[in-house]
């Protein structure tokens, strides 16, 4: 169980520290706002829909697929495939400046839970990140304890991580957050996507 929860905590935070649009938005968000409690709608509901999406990865895809060999490799050898991708992307990727704009405005519950829900559930990388990468990694453990571990280690980044991201945003209020730091950021996220991505290709092809 121990190796589990790691597993699914390293794997979680290398592909939610990536600054994109669903974490952008909850980075704005907090800045935006003169209280931070009112940046919350936007950060509960994405913590709600990861979790979502991780317990139908999780808890349903390798309920099915667990003793399907061919289903197991295919959906093993997307996770890989896309962690691999993922890393050379993010080490490569050109980082520009998150800044607020002075004339922004702070977003009412409904909207940011509106556009909260269609950066988290429309979204293709969310949806590879969760039922791919995490689901086809969910498939090396046989155990419903293990299973249940991994799940709750990736749910659990997902919460800390979208709740510590708008106490930033907020503390940095309107602050552009420097490009050098958000390109540390990125090059950490690349090496723990390929240590991952080899994790995953060893559990996945060694299974029994």
């Not at 669903?22 to 003169?34: D, R, Y």
């Not at 590879?128 to 249940?148: F, H, M, R």
Request: glycine share 8%; net charge positive; with cysteine.
């Amino acid at each position: 169980m121990f190796v589990a929860f790691i597993h699914g905590f390293v794997l979680s935070l290398g592909l939610i520290l990536p600054i994109g649009m669903q974490n952008g938005f909850i980075l704005t968000q907090g800045a935006l706002h003169s209280r931070w409690s009112r940046s919350l709608p936007s950060v509960v509901t994405a913590s709600l829909c990861d979790t979502l999406l991780i317990a139908i990865a999780v808890l349903g895809v390798p309920a099915m697929a667990l003793h399907i060999t061919w289903l197991r490799y295919t959906f093993g050898t997307i996770g890989t495939v896309f962690l691999l991708y993922m890393g050379w992307s993010t080490w490569r990727e050109d980082i520009q400046e998150v800044t607020v704009d002075s004339s922004s405005t702070p977003w009412t519950t409904r909207r940011q839970i509106g556009f909260t829900l269609s950066v988290s559930l429309l979204n293709p990388h969310a949806l590879i990140d969760t039922l791919a990468v995490i689901g086809g990694s969910a498939l090396g453990y046989s155990g419903w304890s293990e299973k249940v571990a991994f799940a709750m280690a990736c749910v659990s980044v997902s919460w800390m991580w979208f709740f510590g991201l708008s106490v930033v945003g907020h503390v940095v209020g309107r602050v552009a957050l420097h490009r050098s730091s958000l390109k540390v950021i990125n090059r950490v996220s690349a090496i723990m996507m390929w240590s991952s991505a080899v994790y995953l290709g060893y559990i996945i092809y060694t299974f029994q």
